[in-house]
């Protein structure tokens, strides 16, 4: 692993530490009284594809159990496709601005060749 993707894995570590936040907070309280509350980290994967034909640079984001969850654009973090729930979004947008730096030298990597199988950060 290079200097740039241990960066973006200590920084995917954050995403995935926000978005169990946002699951902690959003998930549905109970009526009888004192709750005891545990933040769980669900999987997180972050990944960029070697197709070289991609023209917007973008990163795909899973989250949970599943694949291919939504992609969002590196130069401003719009969604671009996807699934994920939308309570995601702010978080995805704000990190990506935070780590586009390092987003898009990983982009360039990827579609110049230099890193031909892609680019694919696990956190269980």
């Known amino acids: ?3 740039q993707q ?3 894995m200590e920084a995917a570590r954050s995403l995935q530490d926000s978005l169990a936040t946002i699951d902690l907070m959003s ?3 109970s009526s009888s009284g004192i709750e005891f509350l545990v933040k769980k ?3 997180l994967q972050i990944r960029m594809d070697g197709d070289r034909n991609h023209g917007r ?3 795909h984001i899973n989250y949970l159990k599943q694949y ?3 992609s969002y654009a590196i130069d401003d ?3 671009l496709a996807g699934n994920l729930s939308s309570k995601y979004d702010r978080v995805i947008k704000t990190w990506i601005a935070d780590n586009r730096k390092v987003l898009l030298e990983l982009w360039h990597k990827v579609q110049s060749g230099e890193s031909p199988e892609g680019l694919a950060l696990k956190l269980k």
């Open 6 to 8: 241990t960066e973006l």
């Open 27 to 29: 998930r549905p309280s």
């Open 68 to 70: 291919h969850v939504a």
């Open 41 to 43: 980290l669900e999987p």
């Open 1 to 3: 692993m290079n200097t």
């Open 77 to 79: 973090g719009t969604r």
């Open 57 to 59: 640079a973008h990163v």
